[in-house]
């Protein structure tokens, strides 16, 4: 982990608002701790803090509390909203939806999403959020093995598994506590490290969270 600064946590921000919704209605003046998550007892000094902007969408902000005794930022990541990757998880789920239905090559899909940037890069950027929640898919599977066992792991399995229209927002929810074992761009843990070397390091995108 990184011990070298400041802990940085990311927490969720329970909250049913679009991204646009959310800047628009300027939703993390909303967001608070109502106790450290580290001192439940208090007295450690908690405060808010200042926000910090994500780079997309334009005029998002992230609320953030301090701990004086713990040195830890918490930052309060709302649903709409694909942790370390900037991006809100429905632009990311049309992503996936598109290669998944298409059932042709992400190639394709990429060279279509993303005609502003060359086609290798299109490539990795469409690659990266399918594996991301390829691999969502397949924790939750094992998070909820009651549930999804005989759910198919694709967006349109879960789909009509859940009866919900956003797959990957319900699945940050279904998450619950172990949401912080749950690899990004849906959990707040720490990036799948599969098995191959330099994977993780070529899958890193642009951060979307303060460093
Ligand atoms: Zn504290």
């Known amino acids: 982990m990184h011990r070298a600064g400041l802990e940085a946590v990311q927490l969720r921000h329970k909250s049913q608002l679009t991204s646009e919704e959310y800047v628009k209605q300027e939703a993390w003046k909303s967001a608070n701790l109502e106790r450290c998550p580290l001192h439940p ?25 301090y701990c004086e005794k713990g040195h830890t930022t918490f930052s309060l990541l709302p649903d ?13 789920e049309r992503v996936v939806d598109a290669v998944e239905q298409r059932e042709s090559s992400v190639e394709a899909v990429a060279e279509k ?25 397949l924790v939750l599977k094992g998070l909820q093995p009651d549930v999804l066992a005989r759910v198919s ?18 699945l940050r929810e279904m998450a619950g506590a172990q949401l912080a074992s749950v690899p990004p761009y849906v959990g707040f843990g720490p990036h799948a490290t599969g098995g191959k070397t330099g994977r993780r390091r070529r899958q890193q995108g642009k951060g979307a969270d303060p460093p």
Do not use: K, N
């Open 153 to 170: 792991p694709t967006m349109g399995g879960f789909r009509a598994a859940l009866g919900v229209e956003a797959v990957l927002p319900a």
């Open 41 to 65: 007892e208090g007295g450690c000094g908690i405060a808010r803090h200042t926000p910090y902007a994500r780079v997309e969408p334009p005029g998002m902000f992230i609320a953030r509390s």
């Open 80 to 92: 709409c909203l694909a942790s370390r990757l900037s991006s809100t998880l429905p632009d990311m």
């Open 113 to 137: 999403l993303r005609p502003d940037i060359e086609v290798q890069g299109a490539v990795r950027w469409a690659r990266r959020r399918v594996m991301a929640a390829a691999i969502a898919l």
